[in-house]
């Protein structure tokens, strides 16, 4: 037996939060019966239906890496008819990105409709290198520098920052293109470490997810996600 908004996440009809909203809006039934309450477990027997339409068991799982283009929304849908990742994913599957980066943010982003993949990956627990390269509107002094070494409080919470190089100096523009590589994924991350220090990111690219990167990929181009991938995903979840 299993909570009803894991096995509705698992099956990747939503996410487990997107679940839950459906379960307290009452839009959700076992056997035919109308659930009210979040905490309800059910087994594989259990005949789920979500605004009366019986959810497929047998929903096979995809899992997509995304370059992703400037100007394009992280979600599934966007109230402004703005192009979203799942527009740019030829699929009739009921994808969603794992996590987000900003509308102006390039680069890696994860798709699934794997709610349990999705879930490991965004958990805070959850520790991957996030590797991203930042032109911004300074130059760096020593010290700026060091400080950013040593990791940046942001919100009072101490963003480590794993390998900081820089990249490319530009005197003329007063410019400089860094990489930093850092863990945890809260968003707009990047920008309000800067921020921190005066200092706005003026482009931003993610270019790395622990051992994926996007290389061979052309902005707004994809590829599956190899099995072998997958479960070394799983496994650094586990550690
Ligand atoms: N940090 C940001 O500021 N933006 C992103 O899109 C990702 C990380």
Redesign the pocket.
Known sequence: MERLQKVIAGYGYASRRKAEELIKKEKVMVNGKIIKELGIKVSSNDIISIDGVIINKDVKHEYYLLNKPRSVI?SVKDENGRITVTDLINTEARIYPVG??????T?LILLTNDGDFANTLMHPSFEIE?T?I?KINKILTKEEINKIKKGIKVDNRLVEVKRFKIKKVSQEKNTMIVEIT?IE??????????KELNID?MK?S?IGYGFLDIKDLKSGEYRNLSIKEIKKLYSIAKK
């Not at 987000?100 to 943010?105: A, H, K, M, V």
């Open positions: 992280s987000r980066l900003d509308y102006d943010t680069g996030k991203y930042a850092i994924g809260r968003n707009h991350i990047i920008k309000k470490l800067f990111v931003l993610r």
